[in-house]
């Protein structure tokens, strides 16, 4: 990864990890990164638990394509797939960390000029919330679609991994669209609280609530489970 690259990630990591391990002294917390199941961050930092569950209840209304209130993997997969796509800039059919640090901070860039809100879904349809985010642009263009602006955070795993690279299931620093996938699904099924085999627009938002307030681990920051949970790592 190039040196500025490494920095920002660094940067955006303690930042990340503000709310939950709180400023020096017990002063007042800068928030939290809202992030997808896949990693993919979904806006400008959240200030409280509300903020960042609304955000991912958004992400979740705009893939609920049958608008039955409940989120299904046939669902998630698309959007798993255009996120690949977007940070895969060598399209070598694998992430590295020198592209997810670029993605980063192109995306960070963005929402700084003001585009905070979760990416359209990947057909460019409207939101089930009836919101006015817009379709994703064409490869290269900008703006807030499946090629377009970049960035998020390095937000922890178990042991301090990012919530991307977790995916990297046989530790070769490359993450392939399956291991993503897997990664991304597990998270999801681990916001089903009462384990009834769908996952819930309620749910998914008391698992944001959660991974809101979740202390990170030891090591890490954002507090995620190796291996699965929300983003943020709590079990909804």
């Known amino acids: 990864m190039r040196p500025f690259a490494f920095v920002a990630l660094l940067l955006l990591s303690a930042c990340s990890a503000s709310h939950a391990d709180g400023p020096p002294g017990g002063g007042r917390s800068m928030g939290r990164v809202p992030l997808s199941p896949a990693g993919e961050l979904l806006g400008r930092m959240a200030p409280d638990e509300a903020a960042y569950a609304d ?72 939101p089930a919330d009836g919101t006015d985010r817009p379709p994703p642009p064409r490869a290269g263009t900008g703006g ?15 042991g301090g991994a990012d919530k991307v690279m977790e ?14 996938e897997t990664l991304t699904l597990d998270r999801l099924r681990a916001m089903d609280s009462n384990q009834d085999g769908r996952t819930s627009l309620e749910e998914i938002r008391d698992a944001g609530s959660k991974a809101y307030n979740e202390r990170p681990a030891r090591g890490g920051v954002g507090g995620g489970r190796q291996g699965g949970g929300p983003p943020g790592g709590g079990r909804g």
């Open 55 to 126: 955000m991912l209840v958004d992400w979740a209304k705009g893939l609920d394509s049958n608008r039955d209130g409940f989120l299904s993997p046939e669902e998630v997969k698309p959007d798993i797939a255009r996120f690949f796509r977007a940070v895969d800039s060598d399209k070598d059919g694998a992430i590295n960390t020198r592209e997810l640090g670029d993605y980063r901070q192109t995306r960070l860039a963005a929402l700084r000029g003001g585009g905070d809100r979760a990416p359209a879904p990947p057909d460019g349809t409207p």
């Open 167 to 180: 995916a990297d299931r046989n530790l070769d620093f490359r993450v392939t669209p399956a291991e993503l």
């Open 144 to 158: 807030p679609g499946p090629d377009g602006p970049r960035g998020g955070m390095m937000m922890g795993g178990g």
